[in-house]
T-cell receptor
Framework: DAKTTQPPSMDCAEGRAANLPCNHSTISGNEYVYWYRQIHSQGPQYIIH???NNETNEMASLIITEDRKSSTLILPHATLRDTAVYYCIVRRETSGSRLTFGEGTQLTVNP | NAGVMQNPRHLVRRRGQEARLRCSPVKGHSHVYWYRQLPEEGLKFMVY????????ESGMPKERFSAEFPKEGPSILRIQQVVRGDSAAYFC?????????????FGSGTQLSVL
């Protein structure tokens, strides 16, 4: 699986958009970009995933660059409950392939 | 966390005892994954199972650890002769059969403390 690079920490003001970057310059054509988050001491929670088109759901938006070497997760209106470690993961399109978690970005939403 | 049930939530064992961690996946899910998170560290993959089969155990320590996912019943992660270094949060995740692009659903974890 391709390696990802994320900033170790970010801050965001409550109510503002949080934009979390991820670099995955060695991504290959059959690899998807996944985002998960882990709120302190809880199990990871799926947020969104995509291949090459931008994606949006009720939680977030995922913007993938045209060359697919980087992506940005956008939380449009961050709340205090969005404080968590956010993981960007690249996963091969093979049956049952595992998720490999890196260090992630600690997002702190401030009041 | 989408129906993955792990128990117990907290487990305390003395050195040398056995620890059994249980994971009931989301109904209909046939893939189970176990992850370990040491204090202040990231999530590390341990093992991936489908019903009655171990598919990938590359992250499992070679000794004392074993996992199963029987045809009936929950998946079990078993740690024999526990040591203090086994103290960690153990998370289970499940996914449905077929399309591997399906997201994983994680449980709330079992916090193992070895005295």
């Amino acid at each position: 699986d391709a390696k990802t690079t994320q900033p170790p920490s970010m801050d965001c003001a409550e109510g503002r958009a949080a934009n979390l970057p991820c670099n995955h310059s060695t991504i290959s054509g059959n690899e998807y970009v996944y985002w998960y988050r882990q709120i302190h001491s809880q199990g990871p929670q799926y947020i969104i995933h995509g291949l090459k088109n931008n994606e949006t759901n009720e939680m977030a938006s995922l913007i993938i660059t045209e060359d697919r070497k980087s992506s940005t997760l956008i939380l449009p209106h961050a709340t205090l409950r969005d404080t968590a470690v956010y993981y960007c993961i690249v996963r091969r399109e093979t049956s049952g392939s595992r998720l490999t978690f890196g260090e992630g970005t600690q997002l702190t939403v401030n009041p | 966390n989408a129906g993955v049930m792990q128990n117990p939530r907290h487990l305390v064992r003395r050195r040398g005892q056995e620890a059994r961690l249980r994971c009931s996946p989301v109904k209909g899910h046939s893939h189970v994954y176990w992850y370990r998170q040491l204090p202040e560290e990231g999530l590390k993959f341990m093992v991936y199972l489908q019903k009655e089969n171990i598919i990938d155990e590359s992250g499992m320590p070679k000794e004392r650890f074993s996992a199963e996912f029987p045809k009936e019943g929950p998946s079990i992660l078993r740690i024999q002769q526990v040591v203090r270094g086994d103290s960690a949060a153990y998370f289970c995740a499940s996914s449905p059969p077929g399309d591997s692009r399906e997201k994983l659903f994680f449980g709330s974890g079992t916090q193992l403390s070895v005295l």
